[in-house]
């Protein structure tokens, strides 16, 4: 019954270019801030659902997933890709570091104050560069006015009291005079000490399917689930006739059990014949050997509760906009702290017969400090629309503890800049002109290093110019960006089993382009087509990474003669309006020349860690996307707004050589799974409430670690949402707001296929979060 309940879509996130009655696709306007409208993108507001991760308030749109690297750790991956192939930012700066290459660092984010998302599924390369080759995600943090607000004081207290969620307070205040200054400050705290969740920890797998039918033992299954897995041979008592007299008189002699039986009544030894007594245990027929299967939890095997998935998370944050007649000019400090822990996990995946007791629990431990300068300046020479500037420093440590000790700490010194030059419109035709420049240090601390200390550096020019007709829109982009690493003196030393010898220096030179094209068909339909060609540098750990990378249980060894990896993007969008009803379908395929992958060597080095390159091959990743809206007004009920999607992708080797095919298959590991879903939301007056739900299908298309992935259940996700504002004219308090989220309603065994940790710590359970809101 639980797989026919299913929820759950856009939260009115795509853009669908047309009207109620008449299919008008929007403009292309090009600004510093705003992705082509050719381009497949999702706006979403921070509405208060819970949301944990950048990754989990994404999770609705079609076509994007999290991580979920456990429940305190969550990127956005979009359309099988992530890490690396998806650029994040925050107020149009990229925000990327630790986390884009180990999968337990989460992306820092307040989940409170953040005022939307707005995600580019397409190739957003010519924009943002490499990074961005699977598309972009950017987050309005909130902290920067851009234009002077209504009123001169606007003060907001947020007060949530979470049963299996977090605890959270905030506040988040405005003070402008109305005419040049506006300030917005920031400061807010979440706090778990633990999720509950709807059974073991342990997936049923991880005991029902170790030792397959045809023999042996499943490796890869039990290593994720940090299980010891052994087969013993054990001799038979029972399988010989006769008991060896002479090896009963002389047991030194015996090489082991087996010794004290015989299938012959009589033995010979030294010329003397001994005569074997009878069997009493012997079983006519019975094999010589037995299997004893070993199952042992290297980790515990939690039960009701997620062991070890604390959170705690701080945010403060200042930000000030000073204001003249042709722009603006804006200064921001923000800080973000975040410590929790990685549930199920070891570090250690201790070797057969350790105490398993000694095991250290993971923690991580974030801290990054952000200094943010924007400006614009409008109409600054009679060709130019404006010109905008944004400038950052961002300094982010993160780090992983085992217990109390520390495993190891990066630190991540971004320094960027980015100038953007709008051309102004001249009748159908505008454009933007834009040059960037980053540089980026990172160094490493502590025992478990797997990089070296290595600066990047990165320059980039890029043009885009777009035609805007009423019968159609067309645009297109062209980036050329360089990409410098740099390797630094320091302790590190790559294993011996590396593929590197001696760590050297790489260069790159990438160009990027694209193409698209929009246009209404009638009244009622539309249709966008969007070509892109894109390519990406080597990231540091795909070229030097070397050691233990506990955190994706895997001995990770990068190679510097990596070459850049090049993907084209074809994609079409058709689009249908009527009636307030809206319909989009897109279907995608990404071509990949050099599709940079972890490919398993077929051994293992110790505490049983997979030994895995870095490695190239052609593969290609296809898709589709559907989502359809309607609303209803209902007079003086209010509105209701209804919505759908279903999407699916696919990421496979275009022609695996011999040991892809054997090693790793045609699939790579952890894909997302395919989900439909649907959404209500009803709206009156004070009220507001939501109902949604997603159905994630059981994953067809799995993968190898030598052995073959194991899939799971399906499942499906039920949350609800109900809100009530209450006006306050003759208070000071002018308005009061009060909620009620309830997340995983039907409290399912929730196990994404995409999470490395899906057969050791499923998502939390059901959840509720009562809140109360008040602004001054």
């Given at each position: 019954?639980?797989?026919?309940?299913?929820?759950?879509?856009?939260?009115?996130?795509?853009?669908?270019?047309?009207?109620?009655?008449d299919?008008?696709?929007?403009?292309?306007?090009?600004?510093?801030?705003?992705?082509?409208?050719?381009?497949?993108?999702?706006?979403?507001?921070?509405?208060?659902?819970?949301?944990?991760?950048?990754?989990?308030?994404?999770?609705?749109?079609?076509?994007?997933?999290?991580?979920?690297?456990?429940?305190?750790?969550?990127?956005?991956?979009?359309?099988?890709?992530?890490?690396?192939?998806v650029?994040?930012?925050?107020?149009?700066?990229?925000?990327?570091?630790?986390?884009?290459?180990?999968?337990?660092?989460?992306?820092?984010?307040?989940?409170?104050?953040?005022?939307?998302?707005?995600?580019?599924?397409?190739?957003?390369?010519?924009?943002?560069?490499?990074?961005?080759?699977?598309?972009?995600?950017?987050?309005?943090?909130?902290?920067?006015?851009?234009?002077?607000?209504?009123?001169?004081?606007d003060?907001?207290?947020?007060?949530?009291?979470?049963?299996?969620?977090?605890?959270?307070?905030?506040?988040?205040?405005?003070?402008?005079?109305?005419?040049?200054?506006?300030?917005?400050v920031?400061?807010?705290?979440?706090?778990?000490?633990?999720?509950?969740?709807?059974?073991?920890?342990?997936?049923?797998?991880?005991?029902?399917?170790?030792?397959p039918?045809?023999?042996?033992?499943?490796?890869?299954?039990?290593?994720?689930?940090?299980?010891?897995?052994?087969?013993?041979?054990?001799?038979?008592?029972?399988?010989?006739?006769?008991?060896?007299q002479?090896?009963?008189?002389?047991?030194?002699?015996?090489?082991?059990?087996?010794?004290?039986?015989?299938?012959?009544?009589?033995?010979?030894?030294?010329?003397?014949?001994?005569?074997?007594?009878?069997?009493?245990?012997?079983?006519?027929?019975?094999?010589?050997?037995?299997?004893?299967?070993i199952?042992?939890?290297?980790?515990?095997?939690?039960?009701?509760t997620?062991g070890?998935?604390?959170?705690?998370?701080?945010?403060?944050?200042?930000?000030?906009?000073y204001?003249?007649?042709?722009?603006?000019?804006?200064?921001?400090?923000?800080?973000?702290?975040?410590?929790?822990?990685?549930?199920?996990?070891?570090?250690?995946?201790?070797?057969?017969?350790?105490?398993?007791?000694?095991?250290?629990?993971?923690?991580?431990v974030?801290?990054?400090?952000?200094?943010?300068?924007?400006?614009?300046?409008?109409?600054?020479?009679?060709?130019?629309?404006?010109?905008?500037?944004?400038?950052?420093?961002?300094?982010?440590?993160?780090?992983?503890?085992?217990?109390?000790?520390?495993?190891?700490?990066?630190?991540?010194?971004?320094?960027?800049?980015?100038?953007?030059?709008?051309?102004?419109?001249?009748?159908?035709?505008?454009?933007?002109?834009?040059f960037?420049?980053?540089?980026?240090?990172?160094?490493?601390?502590?025992?478990?290093?797997?990089?070296?200390?290595?600066?990047?550096?990165?320059?980039?020019?890029?043009?885009?110019?777009?035609?805007?007709?009423?019968?159609?829109?067309?645009?297109?982009?062209?980036?050329?960006?360089?990409?410098?690493?740099?390797?630094?003196?320091?302790?590190?030393?790559?294993?011996?089993?590396?593929?590197?010898?001696?760590?050297?220096?790489?260069?790159?030179?990438?160009?990027?382009?694209?193409?698209?094209?929009?246009?209404?068909?009638?009244?009622?339909?539309?249709?966008?087509?969007?070509?892109?060609?894109?390519?990406?540098?080597?990231?540091?750990?795909?070229?030097?990474?070397?050691?233990?990378?506990y955190?994706?249980?895997?001995?990770?060894?990068?190679?510097?003669?990596?070459?850049?990896?090049?993907?084209?993007t074809?994609?079409?969008?058709?689009?249908f309006?009527?009636?307030?009803?809206?319909?989009?379908?897109?279907?995608?395929?990404?071509?990949?020349?050099?599709?940079?992958?972890?490919?398993?060597?077929?051994?293992?080095?110790?505490?049983?860690?997979?030994?895995?390159?870095?490695?190239?091959?052609?593969?290609?990743?296809?898709?589709?996307?559907?989502?359809?809206?309607?609303?209803?007004?209902?007079?003086?009920?209010?509105k209701?707004?209804?919505?759908?999607?279903?999407?699916?992708?696919?990421?496979?080797?275009?022609?695996?050589?011999?040991?892809?095919?054997?090693?790793?298959?045609?699939?790579?590991?952890?894909?997302?799974?395919?989900?439909?879903?649907?959404?209500?939301?009803?709206?009156?007056?004070?009220?507001?409430?939501?109902?949604?739900?997603t159905?994630?299908?059981?994953?067809?298309?799995?993968?190898?670690?030598?052995?073959?992935?194991?899939?799971?259940?399906?499942?499906?996700?039920?949350?609800f949402?109900?809100?009530?504002?209450?006006?306050?004219?003759?208070?000071?308090?002018?308005?009061?707001?009060?909620?009620?989220?309830?997340?995983?309603?039907?409290?399912?065994?929730?196990?994404?296929?995409?999470?490395?940790?899906?057969?050791?710590?499923?998502?939390?359970?059901?959840?509720?979060?009562?809140?109360?809101?008040?602004?001054?």
């Amino acid at each position: 019954m639980r797989q026919h309940v299913f929820a759950a879509a856009m939260l009115s996130t795509a853009p669908l270019a047309y009207g109620a009655d008449d299919v008008t696709l929007q403009a292309i306007e090009v600004r510093a801030d705003r992705p082509s409208a050719i381009d497949s993108v999702a706006v979403v507001e921070n509405d208060q659902a819970r949301n944990r991760t950048l990754g989990d308030m994404l999770e609705q749109v079609s076509g994007v997933q999290s991580s979920a690297f456990g429940p305190n750790a969550g990127a956005p991956v979009i359309r099988s890709l992530g890490g690396s192939r998806v650029q994040i930012l925050e107020d149009g700066q990229s925000i990327l570091g630790m986390n884009a290459l180990s999968g337990d660092i989460n992306i820092p984010f307040d989940p409170l104050f953040a005022r939307k998302v707005t995600v580019n599924k397409s190739s957003d390369s010519v924009r943002y560069g490499g990074n961005a080759i699977g598309g972009s995600v950017d987050v309005d943090s909130g902290l920067v006015s851009r234009k002077m607000e209504s009123k001169p004081k606007d003060v907001e207290l947020v007060l949530r009291k979470g049963i299996n969620d977090a605890d959270a307070q905030g506040l988040r205040a405005n003070f402008n005079d109305g005419q040049h200054f506006s300030t917005n400050v920031q400061l807010s705290f979440q706090k778990i000490g633990h999720y509950d969740i709807p059974g073991n920890s342990k997936a049923g797998v991880c005991n029902s399917q170790l030792f397959p039918a045809n023999g042996g033992v499943n490796t890869f299954l039990a290593d994720s689930c940090q299980k010891e897995a052994r087969i013993q041979q054990v001799y038979n008592k029972a399988s010989q006739p006769f008991i060896d007299q002479f090896m009963t008189e002389n047991p030194d002699w015996a090489d082991g059990d087996f010794s004290f039986f015989t299938n012959n009544p009589t033995s010979v030894w030294q010329r003397k014949t001994y005569v074997n007594p009878a069997n009493p245990a012997y079983v006519p027929g019975t094999p010589a050997m037995t299997q004893n299967k070993i199952n042992k939890d290297v980790t515990p095997d939690y039960h009701g509760t997620l062991g070890n998935s604390y959170a705690s998370n701080v945010h403060f944050a200042v930000g000030t906009t000073y204001f003249f007649e042709r722009g603006y000019v804006a200064a921001s400090v923000d800080t973000k702290d975040s410590e929790y822990g990685v549930p199920g996990f070891s570090m250690e995946n201790q070797s057969f017969g350790a105490n398993y007791a000694e095991g250290q629990p993971v923690g991580v431990v974030i801290r990054q400090d952000k200094y943010a300068l924007e400006a614009l300046l409008r109409d600054p020479l009679p060709y130019l629309e404006s010109v905008q500037l944004r400038a950052s420093r961002l300094n982010n440590t993160s780090g992983e503890r085992l217990g109390a000790a520390r495993a190891n700490d990066y630190q991540f010194d971004t320094n960027q800049a980015e100038l953007l030059l709008a051309q102004r419109r001249a009748g159908p035709w505008s454009g933007l002109l834009g040059f960037g420049y980053q540089a980026r240090d990172v160094s490493g601390t502590g025992p478990q290093r797997y990089l070296p200390d290595v600066s990047t550096r990165s320059s980039a020019l890029f043009v885009k110019q777009n035609l805007d007709f009423d019968w159609a829109s067309f645009d297109a982009g062209v980036r050329h960006e360089r990409v410098q690493h740099a390797i630094h003196e320091s302790g590190f030393r790559t294993a011996r089993n590396a593929a590197n010898s001696k760590l050297e220096d790489r260069a790159f030179s990438l160009n990027s382009y694209s193409v698209g094209a929009s246009a209404p068909l009638g009244r009622l339909f539309g249709v966008k087509l969007r070509y892109a060609s894109s390519a990406r540098a080597p990231e540091i750990n795909e070229l030097y990474a070397s050691n233990r990378h506990y955190s994706i249980m895997t001995q990770e060894e990068g190679n510097q003669d990596l070459q850049a990896e090049r993907a084209r993007t074809t994609e079409l969008t058709a689009l249908f309006g009527h009636g307030g009803f809206k319909l989009s379908a897109t279907g995608y395929a990404m071509k990949y020349a050099n599709y940079l992958y972890l490919g398993h060597s077929g051994l293992q080095t110790a505490n049983r860690l997979p030994l895995k390159y870095w490695k190239q091959t052609d593969t290609t990743v296809k898709g589709f996307e559907v989502d359809a809206s309607q609303a209803i007004r209902l007079g003086s009920y209010g509105k209701l707004d209804l919505s759908a999607f279903a999407d699916l992708v696919r990421n496979r080797a275009d022609h695996p050589d011999a040991l892809r095919a054997h090693n790793d298959g045609a699939y790579l590991p952890n894909m997302p799974t395919s989900r439909y879903g649907a959404h209500v939301q009803w709206t009156h007056q004070g009220w507001k409430s939501r109902l949604s739900g997603t159905r994630y299908a059981a994953q067809k298309y799995l993968g190898k670690s030598v052995s073959e992935e194991v899939p799971l259940d399906g499942y499906t996700m039920v949350n609800f949402q109900v809100s009530r504002a209450f006006q306050l004219p003759d208070s000071s308090v002018r308005e009061i707001e009060l909620f009620l989220s309830a997340t995983n309603l039907l409290d399912d065994e929730a196990r994404p296929h995409n999470s490395p940790l899906k057969y050791i710590a499923p998502l939390p359970g059901r959840g509720f979060q009562l809140g109360l809101t008040g602004r001054l």
